[in-house]
């Protein structure tokens, strides 16, 4: 069974900065893109940021410029380098990433979520 396991997150002031580390522990046959969603009090679920194998990127553009996605495939893991942050980037964090365990269906997994507070 694999697990997403996240690290990183807590309290920070607006235009501080936070890093989010997401890994997937064990061998994994392959692991197509990883990326980062946030929900926030009374809202939901949005993609904030995704990388695939090849390191191309996609982010939303309430993040562009300031949030930082990157991977590190021989490690399985992926992190989101955070600055500049505001208070509406106060969200519950989640990792996903699209694996397969072993030879066979890519699968969603997503991790337990990191939460992330900015305060004035």
């Known amino acids: 069974q694999v697990q997403l396991l996240e690290s990183g997150g807590g309290l920070a002031q607006e235009g501080g900065s936070l890093e989010l580390s997401c890994v997937a522990p064990?061998?994994?046959?392959?692991?197509?893109?990883m990326s980062w969603y946030r929900q926030g009090p009374g809202q939901q679920r949005e993609l904030v940021a995704a990388i695939y194998p090849n390191g191309c990127t996609n982010d939303a553009n309430s993040v562009r410029g300031r949030f930082t996605i990157s991977r590190d495939n021989a490690r399985n893991t992926t992190s989101l380098q955070m600055r500049a942050l505001k208070t509406e980037d106060t969200a519950d964090y989640y990792c996903?990433?699209?694996?397969?365990?072993?030879?066979?269906?890519?699968?969603?997994?997503w991790g337990q979520g990191t939460k992330v507070t900015v305060s004035l």
């Open positions: 996903r990433a699209e694996i397969a365990p072993r030879m066979g269906d890519i699968l969603d997994y």
């Open positions: 064990g061998r994994v046959y392959a692991m197509n893109a």
